[in-house]
């Protein structure tokens, strides 16, 4: 499997926006559904979001409405805009297939005020 690097996290109030981004290895965007997971301090990992190749997107019941998966082909980057952020939304949020073999380091999304 490929490299995977997420970045775009940080420090938002309740409310406030964010955008994620995954560059993705080409061998691995060109052929998979991708994926953002995330996994809030001593929680499970949890999938939240997912686009196929064809662009159908799926989302958890937990971010519908307010977070929006898409892809840029030409970049292998895979992109979470999320909005309306809550405290519940903190986690490390991570990119990956619907078939993980490993995981890389994730990007840290703190919603506080």
């Known amino acids: 499997q490929g490299q995977l690097v997420e970045s775009g996290g940080g420090l938002v109030q309740p409310g406030g926006s964010l955008r994620l981004s995954c560059a993705a290895s080409g061998s691995i965007f060109r052929m998979n559904t991708m994926a953002w997971y995330r996994q809030p301090p001593g929680k499970q990992r949890e999938w939240v979001a997912s686009i196929g190749l064809g662009g159908i997107t799926a989302y958890a019941d937990s971010v519908r409405g307010r977070f929006t998966i898409s892809r840029d082909n030409d970049e292998n980057t895979v992109y979470l805009q999320m909005n309306s952020l809550k405290p519940e939304d903190t986690a490390v949020y991570y990119c990956?297939?619907?078939?993980?073999?490993?995981w890389g380091q994730g990007t840290q999304v703190t919603v506080s005020s």
């Open positions: 990956n297939t619907l078939r993980p073999r490993s």
